[in-house]
């Protein structure tokens, strides 16, 4: 493929044409975990599968090429890829994230803070945020927007003022993909997905990615890979580069969808707060009666009540007993996660089906 084609052809060509040998149009699978040396001292390139695998390398060159970057790791997870990333900072490193952010990752956070691997310190806006950067700092860490509150941050001014000090910047690119934000061309120093969600996009992969285009945070990226050893197998690979192919579209339908949602949503009386950024597929609302909350989910028939997000189906989460459990309730409450909201991820199905659905369960 040639070098400068835009978004859409590179999804849609994903891992074609890879395999000169047979000519095959997609991407073969290989299975195997060890590869025959030619002859003393010399490989063709894949030595052992947890260090190198030829679908996992094809899958790894979309990626950066979607983002806009050099290198790509794909991991076993989207929590995999998060530690990687984080884990090639040092002992004690000081680190700013914003303090909406997925409940897994803060579960992460406290048990190595509270283990003396790393000291956080938590802002809720953008001001507090750049105010927080000093020469003490060694990171910044943001979900743009955050989880579950659709707050976004401006990461090209994020990563000057983190540059300027000498800190480094990891982006989760999760909620919107490469389709509506590209971080490393913003700024940012690592970029990490759950791909999982979006990227993927069918429930159906556990996935992770890791993103960058600084040599030598690659080099100590793929280093702490193999050694640990949290790599994405052949046939996931396989599965995500699947994925990959429909992302642009998925995710202009599922934004096109989630518009005419946050519409109605806007009109119900049973509503009283909707976050939505305008594009992507992710909104969250507050309802006016909390005590509700269990009867509007268990009304839904075609937005399915599940944990996840990002696949083609549309699904309805509530942080509180789900996502966003482990974070402390007066740590919640003190930054905007309250007890009354939920979080929608819309897929692609008839619009009129979901606003009909919401309608049917919010007003019953």
């Not at 480094?168 to 759950?194: C, E, M, R």
């Amino acid at each position: 493929m040639k070098s400068d084609c835009r978004l859409a052809t590179i999804l849609a060509h994903a891992g074609i044409k890879s395999d000169e040998a047979s000519g095959a149009l997609a991407a073969p699978i290989h299975f195997s975990t060890t590869y025959q040396h030619p002859e003393f001292g010399q490989s063709t390139g894949f030595d052992y599968t947890r260090t190198k695998n030829p679908t996992r390398a094809t899958l790894e060159k979309t990626l950066a090429a979607i983002e806009n970057a050099d290198y790509a790791l794909a991991t076993s997870s989207g929590m995999s890829a998060i530690v990687l990333a984080l884990e090639i900072f040092p002992v004690g490193a000081k680190v700013v994230a914003a303090r909406d952010l997925y409940g897994g990752s803060f579960r992460w956070f406290n048990d190595k803070e509270k283990e003396g691997r790393f000291n956080f310190t938590y802002v809720n806006n953008e001001t507090d945020l750049l105010n927080a950067i000093s020469e003490e700092i060694d990171l910044v860490y943001l979900e743009t927007p955050t989880n579950p509150l659709m707050i976004e941050f401006d990461i090209a001014k994020v990563a000057k003022v983190a540059h300027k000090n000498g800190a480094k910047l990891i982006v989760d690119n999760t909620f919107y993909s490469p389709i509506y934000q590209n971080p490393i061309t913003l700024g940012a120093d690592i970029v990490v997905h759950s791909a999982t969600k979006y990227l993927a996009g069918h429930n159906d992969v556990l996935a992770g990615v890791v993103i960058t285009s600084d040599k030598a945070i690659y080099d100590k990226l793929f280093y702490n890979l193999n050694t640990t050893g949290p790599t994405l197998s052949p046939f996931d690979s396989y599965m995500l580069m699947r994925g990959l192919k429909t992302l642009k579209l998925r995710m202009e339908k599922a934004t096109e969808n989630a518009q005419e949602i946050v519409a109605f949503l806007k009109t119900s009386s049973a509503v009283k707060e909707v976050l939505y950024t305008g594009k992507g597929g992710m909104i969250s609302f507050k309802v006016v009666d909390e005590e509700k909350i269990p009867h509007i989910i268990n009304s839904l028939e075609i937005i399915t009540f599940a944990e996840s997000l990002g696949g083609v189906e549309s699904l309805i989460t509530y942080p509180r007993t789900q996502t966003h459990a482990d974070i402390p309730e007066d740590i919640r409450l003190s930054y905007g996660l309250t007890n009354d909201l939920l979080r929608l991820s819309i897929g692609i199905e008839d619009v009129d089906d979901l606003i009909e659905d919401l309608k049917n369960a919010l007003e019953d």
